[in-house]
């Protein structure tokens, strides 16, 4: 059995269209308090994210005896600031102001537990640079994207509307969408849950 500790529906979609069967239980944990942690002590996002991911798997895990579960995370950071998704349609503005014209890290986690104990892990970085769009393609952004923008930090969806806001994009797919997919699927085909 897989379960997914994640309440993101774009990695509930990616693992579905990969073919892998899983149930969902989302983990209550506090993640501020865990990125302002790693922020203090290493300011380094890909940590985060990695304790992030690790720390839904181990609490789900608590609960699913046997079964491998799936925790995964993302970090936006720009010049060493971190992202957030934002609260609302302000707060996406705003977080879209501030990476025009910059370039930034999207850097995604995911762990594999079982039992409690980690199984295996992978984290990857993609980079990309938002152009420099007017603020009436902004607003008209924000409009056509409604509340999608809530939903991914950054305030945008690359698989939608949000890659008209990009200039450049360096790194692998799946990781930009919060998953990095290909090793995942590899760790489960070596593990006998994917045919080989």
Not at 111 to 123: E, I
Not at 145 to 163: D, I, K, N, T
Request: glycine share 8%; aromatic share 6%.
């Amino acid at each position: 059995m897989i379960v997914l500790a994640s309440a993101s529906a774009a990695r509930r979609a990616m693992l579905e269209r990969a073919g892998v069967s899983f149930a969902i239980e989302v983990a209550a944990i506090d993640e501020q308090s865990v990125k302002d942690s790693f922020k203090a002590e290493t300011g380094n996002p890909a940590r985060a994210a990695e304790a992030l991911a690790a720390l839904k798997a181990i609490r789900v895990s608590a609960r699913h005896s046997g079964a491998l579960v799936i925790g995964a995370d993302q970090m936006l950071d720009c010049d060493g600031t971190w992202y957030d998704k934002p609260a609302d349609r302000a707060e996406a503005r705003s977080q879209l102001q501030s990476l025009r014209g910059r370039n930034h890290r999207l850097t995604s986690a995911v762990v594999v537990v079982r039992d409690g104990q980690t199984l295996w892990h992978h984290t990857e970085a993609a980079h990309l640079t938002m152009r420099r769009f007017s603020d009436a393609f902004l607003d008209d952004y924000l409009t056509q994207a409604g509340e999608a923008v809530l939903g991914s930090v950054g305030a945008y969806q690359l698989e939608g509307l949000g890659v008209q806001l990009m200039m450049q994009v360096t790194g692998d797919h799946f990781t930009i969408l919060g998953l990095p997919l290909l090793p995942l699927l590899d760790f489960l085909r070596e593990n006998g849950e994917l045919i080989p």
